[in-house]
């Protein structure tokens, strides 16, 4: 029998039927986090951003990371910010699948963070699909840009604004359109 909860199952890439017996904690958490999103949402102070979203996320949030709020999550507990990480205006994470965000990262506004999806069979859709991402070390997601579920974007790498990524981009590559291509290495 597993004795896993339904996040210890999404975070371990496990799909979820909408008629799990757990399915109904997804929302609940999410309620959860929307309450702290508010109060994170309505406060101009860097300090008690990072507090909330240190509650959010369930890890102490770097006193090096900046976040320009508004910011939106769906869980949170499965989000880990590294050091020096900055996150401007209207992202959104949806981390059931799990996301990962290395030092140094630059998240630009309106950019999505898409850790979860759904099959494409009617019979099947409304079941969760969690697959992690993971942004590596000195990584500039542009603006407006769309990171889909299981895609890792290499370290140094910039995805241009307004890109859909839905494979991993090499270290130290640009890439951007829809779906996001090569568009060229980048000198250190």
Known sequence: MNTENIFERLRNGEIIS???PEAYRM??????TKKLLF?????PEPDEIRNLLSQITGSEVDQSVVVFTPLYINYGKHTKIGKNVFINFDCVFLDLGGI???DNVFIAP???LLSEGHPTSIEDRHSLIPKAIHLKKNAWIGAGSTILPGVTIGENAVVAAGAVVSKDVAENTMVGGI???FIKDINS
């Open 110 to 112: 309106k950019v999505s």
């Open 100 to 102: 990962t965000i290395e």
């Open 27 to 32: 929302r609940e958490e999410s309620f959860v």
């Open 179 to 181: 779906p996001a291509k």
């Open 18 to 20: 909408p008629n799990d």
């Open 39 to 43: 109060q994170m949402n309505s406060t």
